[in-house]
């Protein structure tokens, strides 16, 4: 993108000339405002776009900036503001959804592309224009971000709304000045990391994700509960012996790069034991001491014939195994990742134990508007692209699959190789 193809923004009455940077146009008013906008993004509408935009900030505490709602060319969402401080890593809000959907100001972390209005001052207390040209198409993102880590709040608001599909790109140096600047990978931070060296800041404001580990008391709750499925549901049953079966063909050989498979998360036991019962040496491991207890009490009723060998159990955290780099075939995490308070801090870990060659598959409910497969249980949901980008950002991992299950459920699945 340069200035040569840029759309020129129009300055309001009395405003300084809007300033061109290689990615974004900076456009003071004499409103104590800035508008922040994309070299190419088109005219937002209504025409007074930048009044409404601009009344969050003179009119809701602690708000510094607001960026429009974001369409595609055929009238979908494509971002209603982006999170980086997530779970999820980076990701466009509600992207892909009906264009009714998001009524009402949300807040977010930041705001990636499209237009924004930004309190002047605090424009120039976080040094934005340097931020902008710095970070170049990272800018913006970084510039919400700026925001953030100063104190104040950054919304998205449906009153303004722009046809803008602009969404950064992992660029080496950018990346390299994003990390410079916040301490943190921008696609998928650390977020046991972040929390840590951000603690009091504003960058970790969203008590949803940030307040405390998660609570988790279903196989206190539930007891075997995926055992009565398989035994009782037979669409259940189907699905769990299809992903047996698919855990198999990604950890024998020819295929996999050996026989073991750890099961991340492995709960009450019953996948851990399927993959047994297809020839895998299989290894369960889960934080739940009940989870584990009732995985060994289930297994030791069942029986393993030879060439089959019973799986093994561990209470144990993904995110610290205690396995060797480079030791494990296959990697399964099963209706996990949408529990896991950090999971890149997993992702990596299973990266480190997998053999060069070796799997990860991960299998997780699709992300939908205002909905949840489990509302008790889950913190948050994936779309496919989102699984992909963050499985992708783990130490040499690469999404070399996707895969759905379909009828009662609306499963993703992602299969990653780790890099020989």
Same mark, same amino acid.
């Given at each position: ?9 129009q ?5 300084? *000339? ?5 990615? %974004? ?16 993004? *088109?005219?937002?509408?209504p025409?007074? %776009?930048?009044?409404? @935009?601009?009344? !969050? ?14 369409f ?55 040094? =934005? ?6 970070? =170049? ?5 970084g ?8 104190g ?13 599909t ?35 800041q504003?960058?970790? %404001?969203n008590? !949803?994700?940030h ?18 499925s ?6 259940y ?5 299809? @992903? ?5 063909? $990604?950890? @024998? ?13 492995s ?6 034991? +399927?993959?047994? /019962? ?7 491991l ?10 060994e &009490? ?13 799986p ?10 205690? $396995?060797?780099?480079?030791?494990i075939g296959?990697?399964? /995490? ?7 308070g ?29 909905? %949840?497969s #489990?509302?008790? $249980?889950?913190? !948050? ?5 989102? +699984?992909? &980008?963050i ?17 009662? $459920?609306? #499963? ?9």
């Open positions: 993108m340069s200035n040569a193809d840029s759309t020129a923004v300055s309001a009455p009395g405003s300084a *000339p809007a300033t061109p940077t290689t990615h %974004w146009q900076i456009d003071r008013g004499s409103d104590g405002q800035v508008v922040v906008r994309g070299c190419n993004t *088109p005219a937002p509408e025409a007074d %776009w930048r009044d409404r @935009l601009g009344w !969050f900030i003179a009119n809701t505490p602690g708000v510094a900036m607001v960026g429009a709602k974001r595609t060319p055929d009238g979908h969402v494509f971002s209603f503001g982006e999170f980086v401080i997530h779970p999820k890593g980076f990701h466009h809000v509600g992207k892909g959804v009906d264009g009714k959907a998001y009524r009402f100001p949300e807040e977010c972390d930041t705001i990636a592309g499209g237009v924004a209005v930004v309190n002047e001052s605090v424009f120039d207390e976080v040094n =934005g224009e340097r931020i902008l040209e710095q970070l =170049g198409s990272l800018g913006m993102l510039l919400g971000l700026a925001v953030r880590r100063a104040h709040r950054v919304l998205a608001a449906p009153q303004a709304v722009v046809v803008d602009f969404s950064p790109a992992r660029n080496a140096g950018e990346s390299e000045a994003f990390q410079n600047e916040f301490g943190f990978d921008w696609v998928a931070p650390d977020l046991d990391h972040v929390r840590k060296e951000h603690a009091g504003g960058l970790v %404001w008590a !949803f994700f307040a405390g580990q998660m609570p988790f008391e279903k196989y206190d709750q539930r007891g075997a509960m995926h055992w009565d398989y035994e009782k549901a037979p669409v049953r189907q699905r769990a012996d299809h @992903l047996a079966k698919l855990v198999a063909q $990604y950890t @024998l050989p020819p295929q996999g790069a050996g026989g073991e498979v750890v099961d991340i998360g709960g009450d036991g019953l996948f851990t034991h +399927l993959f047994a /019962m297809q020839g895998c040496r299989s290894i369960g889960d934080p739940e001491p009940e989870g584990i207890a009732g995985a &009490r289930m297994c030791g009723q069942q029986h393993y014939p030879p060439p089959l060998t019973a093994q159990f561990h209470v144990g955290m993904g995110d610290a195994m205690s $396995y060797d780099d480079n030791s296959c990697a399964v /995490m099963l209706d996990v990742i949408e529990h896991l950090n999971p890149i801090g997993v992702l990596n870990e299973a990266a480190r134990v997998l053999k060069p060659g070796g799997h990860l598959i991960c299998v997780t409910p699709s992300w939908q508007y205002k909905a %949840w #489990d509302p008790v $249980y889950h913190g !948050f949901e994936f779309n496919v692209e989102e +699984l992909n &980008r499985i992708n950002t783990a130490n040499g991992m690469h999404v070399i699959q996707n895969g759905q299950i379909g009828g009662v $459920y609306r #499963d993703i699945i992602a299969i990653a190789q780790k890099s020989a």
